[in-house]
């Protein structure tokens, strides 16, 4: 059974960076970052294929954000760069046992409890 857990939130200022970080037990292979801010539904954010070979990002956080994953650490990344207010969330990753990147939510079986981000200007 795979089991994910999301850590690195936190609270920092526009401009800051932050590392996410999602450990993976179990199989899987694409890995996505989605999140979730108030009264917002949750939007997709990121994801990688098992060889990293293959990502896709959002149009809001492209040339910020840079999602990467360690598999011998079974350990996703999410960098975060140039943080702005509004990428304030909950982070959640989630995992789908294929190897082609969606970017529904309905597309990922299993998800981490969340992390959240919060961006002061």
């Known amino acids: 059974q795979v089991q994910l857990v999301e850590s690195g939130g936190g609270l920092v200022q526009a401009g800051d960076s932050l590392r996410l970080s999602c450990a993976v037990s179990?199989?899987?292979?694409?890995v996505g970052w989605f999140r979730q801010a108030p009264g917002k539904e949750r939007e997709f954010v990121s994801a990688?294929?098992?060889?990293?070979?293959?990502?896709n990002y959002a149009d809001s956080v492209k040339g910020r954000f840079t999602i990467s994953r360690n598999n011998a650490k079974n350990t996703v990344y999410l960098q975060m760069n140039s943080l702005k207010p509004e990428d304030t969330a909950i982070y959640y990753c989630?995992?789908?046992?294929?190897?082609?990147?969606?970017?529904?939510?309905?597309?990922?079986?299993?998800w981490g409890q969340g992390t959240q981000v919060t961006v002061s200007s």
């Open positions: 990688i294929s098992w060889s990293g070979g293959s990502t």
């Open positions: 989630a995992s789908r046992r294929t190897s082609t990147i969606v970017t529904n939510e309905l597309g990922y079986s299993t």
């Open positions: 179990g199989s899987t292979y694409t």
